[in-house]
């Protein structure tokens, strides 16, 4: 349950990164592009999280298999 909800976190605040990077391309105000700049860093966080829980760690998986 707690993967699902670091992929919609992640998801989320990608989208507001994208408004941010969108609202500095036509206002051209920096503190929209600081703001997008981390979003954008932390959905990649948020996402690196979903991505290390789904991760099978206990099974090895071997080369011939």
Request: charged share 15%; hydrophobic share 55%; proline share 0%.
């Amino acid at each position: 349950m707690k993967d699902l909800l670091y992929a919609v976190l992640a998801l989320i605040v990608a989208g507001a990164a994208a408004y941010f990077f969108y609202k500095f391309q036509t206002a051209k105000d920096s503190n929209s592009l600081i703001i997008g700049i981390v979003l954008a860093l932390l959905a990649i966080v948020l996402g690196g999280l979903f991505m290390y829980g789904r991760v099978n760690t206990h099974d090895d998986i071997h080369i011939t298999e």
